[in-house]
């Protein structure tokens, strides 16, 4: 069938609608459970587009898997070509086309995204095995209703895959009591660069275990997860509490994620960066959980500069217990934190529906037409000993003004995670995740794209020649060098691994960090 694939790229709307007619032939010879998609139909789902908006590549076809033995042939099947490539598609949510395969083969996982669901209890801990391809927000809302169970640690985003995430690392608030979703994963089920099928642990197969986590999609994909969990909550308690300086938000942040015991702290620990002005989207009124609630300036003292600062925290409670012990817990934390006093909003929300707080996000910005216009997103991590230079220099000089959506900011602990994973983190045990989650309006012109994009390289270039102890989230090089750069000491391992689990350097091309080595002489 692969063979065949070269010429089943159409030249004309004659050969576009021939194709069609082999498609279920084609199928057959590949004897795969799943439907593939040629010409115009693999582009017909997006296969071609990602959240990000920036770039597009055409693949040749977008297969869409029964299971692991699907993904299997198909691998084995692009190893019979010179120069074939395979890349795992989740739910379309990078921002520079790590997802796509230019007139390569995409495979969309969210086909398989039913294929398992099990509760499984393990040495006294209890798990779920999940397919690659559900969506987190799927899971949330099984673990939770089914089994009054739930992961331990999330992103903010939940429509996102299980394999996605465990192929970048999985970050939200909570990973600073548990780690980021990779570190709280005991088992993998993954397809390899060779077309093998292998569960991988700590115990077993381990190097292909750790290699995944992290690998940004480089040794294999994920087609099965064993996460963590734990009992889930009735409700929280959301709070949002604003800083005018810098210091004292970042010392109360850095104090909360360094309580040793958990009744100590809150179970959720984030924070961001706003304007100090009334614009709706990057101003005061960004800030309050409740449109019954006003963010009132006056409270500010006379010091404030042009940006602020707020601290996003959550507390988990049950509805047996009662709300003046919810609310004596609160009172104890927030006693110790130097927040401006009267710019304190909470609200009480469902633990789901907090875990699904961006939903609302995503509803309003499909709405007005930001969900699909280009997204030229920075995510970074930047040590806590770097930190007050880039707020001096980024937050409050070049994004100043806003950067119309969120400017996340907010402290993770190294020791909670696991260095012999692929992830690339600062040498610093408190170091920030620093996330410029821009939402241009619709309509942008492409040069107004460019100088946002322009800025982010800018924002990054700056850290480089400062010798800030960073590093790239979601990273996007173009060259090997700047991968070599970007790994370090560990570029040798990165490397060799490659060279064991997926030696013709098939999948994840747009990641971009191996080119394909041609099977021709």
Known sequence: MI????????????????????????????????????????????????????????????IRPSGADDVAVVIKAAHLQSNLTVAARGNGHSINGQAMADRGLVIDMGSTGDSHFEIVKVKGSTYLDVSGGALWEDVLKRCVEDFGLAPRSWTDYLRLTVG????????????????????????????????????????RQPELFFNVLGGLGQFGIITRARVLLQSAPDKVRWIRLVYAEFDEFTRDAELLVSLKEERESFDYVEGFVFVNSDDTVNGWPSVPLDPAQVFDPAHLPQTAGSVLYCLEVALHYNNSDPRSAVDAVVDRLLERLGFVSKLNFQVDVSYVD??????????????????????????????????????????????????????????????????????????????????????????EDGASIKKLVDQNRGIVQYCKDRGFDFKLFFPHYKSEEEWKCHFGDRWTRFRDSKKAFDPKHILAPGQKIFSRISNEP
Request: hydrophobic share 40%; glycine share 8%; with cysteine.
């Open 3 to 62: 063979a065949c694939l070269g010429r089943f790229v159409p030249e004309n709307d004659a050969e576009s609608r021939a194709e069609n007619d082999d498609v279920s032939t084609i199928c057959k010879s590949l004897g795969l459970k799943g439907s593939i998609d040629f010409g115009v139909g693999a582009t017909n789902g997006s296969a071609d587009k990602d959240f990000g908006g920036m770039y597009s590549y055409k693949p040749l076809a977008v």
């Open 164 to 203: 996605g995430t465990l192929s970048n690392a999985g970050v939200s608030g909570q990973a600073f009591r548990y780690g980021p979703q990779i570190s709280n994963v005991a088992q993998l089920d993954v397809v390899t660069g060779n077309g093998d099928m292998v569960t991988c642990s700590e115990s």
């Open 354 to 443: 907090f875990l699904l707080r961006v939903k609302q996000v995503e509803e309003h910005a499909r709405a007005n037409g930001m969900w699909d216009s280009p997204h030229p997103w920075l995510n970074m991590f930047v040590s806590k000993s770097n930190l007050a230079e880039f707020n001096r220099v980024v937050f409050n000089e070049i994004l100043k003004d806003g950067i119309n959506g969120p400017m996340l900011v907010y402290p993770l602990l190294r020791s909670k995670w696991d260095d012999r994973t692929s992830v690339m983190i600062p040498e610093e045990e408190i170091f920030y995740l620093v996330a410029l989650l821009r939402f241009p309006p619709p309509h």
